[in-house]
């Protein structure tokens, strides 16, 4: 039987090793992983076997190769700005399967609106990213309001979401949003198989450290979720964890250190990538943890959080929150139960197992086979 050729298109290496490695277990696939980057000295930083990358430095010579007549699928690992382009490339026959990150869903790319249009920002984070974008339109002004420009944007994208086989939402409720937000999508849902990776539950007998968001980016809400915190005394050892280490939001580091309010010794700023396997070890300290995504992030680190016995808060109208409520899992909001006294008491025993069993219910699908049943039957 013919080997099924799936092409990977994936712009960020951080989140490359862990996919790869299931898409290569997977019987009877040829997994081809290509990326363009234009800098020819660019050196991989988070890939361990860079063997199995194949890189492209002249953009002609990319496209070539994602015309090739011998690919079955390609897999947008996200889909935004040059990727309609590539989208639209594609030989007519070659089946597309997008998997949404979140920032391709709803954020702004150039002039166009969000594909999914929320309020992603909390007024003080607001405040700052609405700044920042005055200055930065008056820049691009001219540039974004050429209507030619504009339209052709909106054709390449409305044409590559036309053309896409199954939609591999983060969340499932996603799926239904994109399709009341683009009727012109008539792909199905793709099983999600990622969230296999979270390990089995431990329950957390001793409070313990405070997870706060994801990355330095505005959409984490940091400095609204800090004014939550603002009255909140620690015992002596718990510590807030913030990573810090990608994203490029607050104009650096430094910034949102000096916009926090917290004592030195108060904080673990994770500054540096670090191996998975050390990352886990230190969510295993935690006890609680705060996301103040309105979009869908975060969700490797909620669902190990979540599954590790942590109390997990979120603002109401986040949709992972919405997702979490009809899935039927136990968690909190930031608005209502972010103090000093509810960050002072574990998760219960009950709510623990709750959860856990929730989770197991909702992977039930995810299984390896029901992913190679679902990549076959969309080549047959």
């Avoid at 591999?168 to 969230?195: Q, T, V, Y």
Wanted: net charge positive.
């Amino acid at each position: 039987m013919k080997k099924i050729v799936i092409l990977h298109i994936f712009p960020d290496e951080k989140f490359f090793e862990e996919v790869a490695d299931f898409y290569d277990s997977l019987p009877n696939i040829d997994n081809r992983y290509y990326f363009f980057n234009s800098d020819s000295n660019y050196v991989f930083k988070y890939i361990k076997n860079a063997n199995r990358v194949r890189r492209f430095y002249i953009l002609t010579d990319y496209i070539k190769e994602l015309r090739k007549k011998d690919i079955d699928i390609v897999l947008f690992h996200s889909m935004a700005g040059r990727k309609f382009l590539y989208a639209n490339l594609l030989r007519k026959n070659v089946k597309i399967i997008w998997w949404a990150w979140g920032f391709d869903l709803y954020e702004r790319y150039g002039p166009l609106s969000p594909i999914i249009e929320i309020d992603l920002f909390k007024p003080l984070t607001k405040k700052i990213v609405e700044n920042e974008r005055t200055k930065r339109e008056k820049k691009w002004t001219l540039f974004f309001n050429n209507t030619i420009y504009k339209f052709m944007l909106s054709y390449l994208r409305k044409r590559a979401i036309s053309r896409v086989s199954l939609f591999l939402p983060c969340i499932p409720i996603e799926f239904d949003i994109l399709r009341k937000s683009c009727p012109f999508f008539k792909g199905g849902m793709a099983i999600n198989p990622f969230n296999l990776y979270v390990n089995a539950t431990q329950k957390r007998k001793n409070i313990g450290n405070i997870l706060i968001g994801n990355s330095l980016t505005y959409t984490n809400n940091h400095l609204d979720v800090f004014e939550h915190l603002y009255n909140v005394n620690l015992d002596e050892g718990r510590r807030y964890i913030i990573p810090v280490n990608y994203g490029k939001g607050y104009g650096g580091v430094d910034n949102l250190i000096s916009a926090s309010h917290f004592r030195d010794n108060q904080v673990i700023w994770l500054k540096d990538f670090i191996p998975i396997g050390e990352y886990n070890n230190l969510l295993n300290t935690v006890s609680h943890a705060v996301f103040g995504v309105v979009r869908q992030q975060a969700l490797g680190n909620i669902y190990v959080c979540l599954l590790g016995g942590a109390k997990i808060f979120l603002y109401k109208d986040s949709m992972v929150a919405q997702q979490l409520k009809h899935d039927g899992y136990i968690f909190f909001t930031i608005e209502d139960d972010l103090n000093e006294q509810s960050l002072s008491e574990c998760l219960s025993l009950d709510a623990v197992l709750h959860n856990y069993d929730v989770y197991k219910k909702s992977m039930s699908s995810c299984g390896t086979d029901n992913v190679i049943k679902q990549i076959e039957n969309l080549v047959s």
